[in-house]
């Protein structure tokens, strides 16, 4: 749906002012690519603890989402046809802790005191070790693989990100003073070539 109006301003020039509505009455169609309808139940900004049943070819999944009552309404597990179970368990201060996925592979969480993630460990196996290659830290308020030469105005904001425990790839940030972004660096280990 659009307007438009043209201001001719002489012979051979004119302004034309256009107003544009794009998807105006919001309609929105789920159709599969053969032509059958899907069943789509759109939830509101938390799901209701139960579940919800998409359907599609006569098939149902079933998904289910488990919340803690109180205090607060926290994500316990959540189970679907893809993935099965997944459990989360959360610090005293709300923050997650863990999330353990159907083959007990289990990702934990590590904080600062703002609260910021500054590590993330995987558990590939069941009750085994920790898997140094798959660890991400998060660096903020400096960056100690750059001793100052890249990141610039870094207080309080990511400065870097190193993936993997031993030589891994590393990613520096460098900000404006307003805290825009001006720069992102990737590199394979610090000190090598981009």
Avoid at 31 to 48: A, D, F, K, T, Y
Wanted: positive net charge; proline residues 6%; hydrophobic residues 30%.
């Amino acid at each position: 749906m659009g307007v438009v109006k043209n201001i001719p301003i002489r012979e051979a020039k004119q302004i034309e002012f256009r107003a544009e509505l794009f998807n105006a009455l919001n309609n929105v169609n789920f159709l599969p690519p053969e032509g059958q309808q899907v069943c789509v139940h759109v939830p509101s900004m938390r799901l209701p603890v139960g579940s919800r049943t998409p359907t599609q070819r006569a098939a149902t999944q079933t998904r289910t989402f488990n919340y803690r009552a109180t205090p607060g309404a926290y994500l316990l597990s959540a189970t679907n046809p893809e993935n099965g179970t997944v459990n989360y368990t959360y610090n005293s201060d709300s923050t997650l802790a863990t999330k353990t996925d159907a083959k007990g592979q289990q990702v934990q969480y590590s904080y600062d005191s703002y609260k910021r993630v500054n590590q993330i460990r995987r558990y590939p196996v069941t009750g085994g070790a920790e898997d140094p290659a798959q660890r991400t830290s998060f660096y903020y308020d400096s960056n100690p693989f750059d001793g100052g030469a890249y990141s610039h105005y870094t207080a309080g904001r990511l400065a870097a990100v190193q993936y993997g425990y031993w030589n891994g790839v590393y990613e520096w940030y460098s900000y404006t003073q307003a805290g825009s972004r001006t720069s992102k660096r990737v590199q394979n280990q610090p000190g090598s070539a981009e």
